[in-house]
């Protein structure tokens, strides 16, 4: 993929962020998703024993995705700065330690409660004990996605995508900030998220996830026109998915998930989610319906949180719609 050109200066628009996730039978917002191993050792985790986290995370190896994802999940643990501190001085060369302290820096640092600049240095104290690994990076990332400039927004991005080019949270990250940057007066659904957005997905194998990402890039981009009031807050009601390219992509992607689901893909839940959103709101029930079926309890608060809407309410409306409830 070429680089993409620098950032017009564009405001920064700071609105629902991406990845959260709600247990539907419960109310509690749950980011493993149905990584039962996951959920076991951050139990574990938040009593204190880490023992099970890095076993965990061991036999986690280099499939990237699942590392990441299952980093920011622990990370996101009230307690996981000490634990992780704890564990490295336990074992100072400690990789899978250095990223989790990393991580969990960042996450504090973007409800601020940490100083950016301690946890950007542990990303790269991170980075350095494992070169070859793109999660110090994700942190990186995720931290200059909201506070960074846009140069670092690239930067970050440009060293995950050089260790793992298909890197599923690095690219829904850079959509997310890309899908602010004003339009420049030019078609509604002529915009630069959605032409990176596309250009991935015709990049990647067949078979990847990133083919989603032109649905994704909709919804950031919904996300920011509804945020400044260009858009209505009902997203079934903006008329956004109804035009000739979204029309498109929507086909384009369900038939995707038609051909290649991956049910083993950490972030599944994700995709599965953008697509039942985007189907809902361009009046396609019958082809939500089937989206509601794979997604069952673990409903994501983004992008059925956008325009300020309660995304439990949202999602359950949409879902009960698509069903015939």
Avoid at 33 to 51: I, M, V
Avoid at 100 to 109: I, K, P, Q
Avoid at 299 to 310: E, I, L, V
Wanted: with cysteine.
């Amino acid at each position: 993929m070429p680089p993409s050109p620098p950032l017009l200066g564009a405001r920064r628009v700071l609105t629902d962020q991406s990845g959260d996730t709600a247990s539907d039978d419960s109310g509690a917002f749950d980011d493993a998703f149905d990584d039962a191993e996951l959920r076991t050792a951050r139990a574990a985790f938040t009593q204190g024993r880490r023992q099970a986290a890095r076993s965990l995370l061991r036999h986690t190896g280099d499939d990237w995705d699942r590392r990441g994802h299952r980093l920011t999940v622990l990370a996101g643990e009230p307690y996981a700065v000490a634990w992780a501190r704890d564990w490295l001085h336990a074992e100072p060369g400690s990789a899978d330690a250095a990223a989790l302290y990393a991580l969990a820096l960042v996450r504090r640092a973007l409800r601020d409660k940490e100083d950016p600049g301690r946890a950007r240095e542990a990303c790269a104290t991170a980075a350095a004990l494992a070169p070859e690994d793109p999660t110090p990076w994700l942190g990186s990332l995720l931290l200059a996605r909201t506070l960074g400039p846009e140069r670092e927004v690239f930067a970050a991005f440009a060293e995950l995508r050089r260790r793992h080019p298909e890197h599923h949270h690095a690219h829904h990250l850079l959509l997310a900030r890309l899908a602010e940057r004003p339009a420049g007066g030019r078609a509604a659904e002529d915009h630069e998220a959605y032409d990176l957005a596309e250009l991935a997905a015709a990049e990647a194998p067949a078979d990847s996830p990133l083919a989603v990402l032109p649905v994704v890039a909709y919804a950031e981009r919904y996300r920011v026109l509804a945020a400044t009031g260009l858009a209505p807050a009902d997203p079934a009601a903006s008329g956004h998915w109804s035009g000739p390219r979204a029309r498109r992509i929507l086909r384009s992607c369900f038939d995707w998930w038609l051909e290649w689901e991956h049910d083993e893909h950490p972030r599944r839940h994700i995709d599965l989610n953008h697509l039942a959103f985007a189907l809902s709101c361009a009046g396609r029930p019958a082809e939500a319906a089937a989206l509601f079926r794979r997604i069952g309890r673990h409903a994501t608060r983004a992008p059925w949180s956008y325009a300020r809407r309660d995304p439990r309410t949202a999602f359950r409306t949409a879902r009960a719609h698509a069903l015939g409830h």
